[in-house]
DNA sequence: TTTGTTGTTGATAATGATTACTAAAAATAC
DNA sequence: GTATTTTTAGTAATCATTATCAACAACAAA
């Protein structure tokens, strides 16, 4: 079992209403990133995709992510890192942990009742939000190490 | 009146503490920084530090925003439309106009406390945190427009 | 003041991520 | 089957950012 929440019946019939063609490369696309709850880069799902697709193209691979966010089949954010892509379109938020780099989910739960505050207040129609925390994760914290990590891999 | 809250002086001996001098190049571009709300891309400043040294090289201004950045004296974040600075290093939140491409600072008054729950709930060390709003700005929603406007400045 | 050391600059080349372009292949419609 | 549309692989082009380096400026020691 490759994909995770994404059965390719249901893909195909709200990627043809949209005028899109399943392709194989567009379903391995999709599946690579659902199939990793690392954030991935571009060049990582790349990578990914050409152990199963050894021609497949790095444009192919932008413009189908790129495409596939556009509908809501993926997510796409940037942080200082870069531009990442998550197979998890529900809302959550992200802690990066500055330690090892690693990007963890976090439910939204701590988070509730922020949007309404902000909208009371400042009079702007809020559609959408995004909290990311940075600190370190349990396992950096335990291990002890004092500084972030230098060189880690973008993946 | 050009800086809002960096007096030149007291910049200089912070800066002098870490090996660093306050050059003409660099007090002009802490100055454009500070000088605006707009949440400037490095483009920008080049742009404006230009007009009162015509000469500057775009190295120097990448140089010295990173470098200021680093140093704490403006904040460095990256959004969709890339890396912008910020002349305000104070903790506080952001909203981001879909239809205008304005961002707008919030006061953390709305989301305090959010980060202490993240930590309890997490077991992580949590040492900072962003809250990234999106909609639509006081001005926006009276024009009555729609859709995100296509092909917004950068600035 | 001269000399040495270090930090800084402007100019430009190099890099890396992303996008644009194009001819060929694949999918679908007729 | 043929025609039409979409997608692809391959590659060139673009854009933001960083690296390199020779010349220059600030400061310190002699």
Redesign the interface.
């Known amino acids: 079992m490759i994909t995770k929440n994404t059965s390719a019946p249901a893909v195909d019939a709200t990627l043809r209403a949209w005028g899109l063609r399943l392709t194989r490369q567009r379903r391995i696309i999709l599946e690579v990133v659902h199939a990793t709850d690392a954030h991935p880069t571009a060049a990582f799902v790349y990578r990914r995709v050409r152990r199963r697709l050894p021609r497949v193209s790095l444009a192919t691979v932008y413009r189908n992510l790129r495409r596939l966010a556009a509908e809501g089949f993926l997510a796409?954010?940037?942080?200082?890192s870069g531009v990442r892509f998550d197979g998890n379109t529900a809302p959550h938020?992200h802690?990066t942990?500055?330690a090892c780099g690693r990007i963890?989910d976090?439910p939204t739960?701590?988070?509730r009742g922020?949007?309404a505050?902000?909208?009371v207040?400042?009079?702007?129609?809020?559609?959408?939000?995004?909290?990311?925390?940075?600190?370190?994760?349990?396992a950096c914290?335990r291990q002890g190490g004092r500084s972030p990590v230098k060189g880690q891999r973008r993946s």
């Open positions: 796409e954010r940037a942080d200082p938020d802690f942990c500055v963890y976090v739960r701590a988070t922020v949007r505050r902000i909208a207040r400042s009079g702007f129609e809020v559609l959408n939000h995004r909290v990311e925390f940075y600190g370190r994760c349990g914290r």
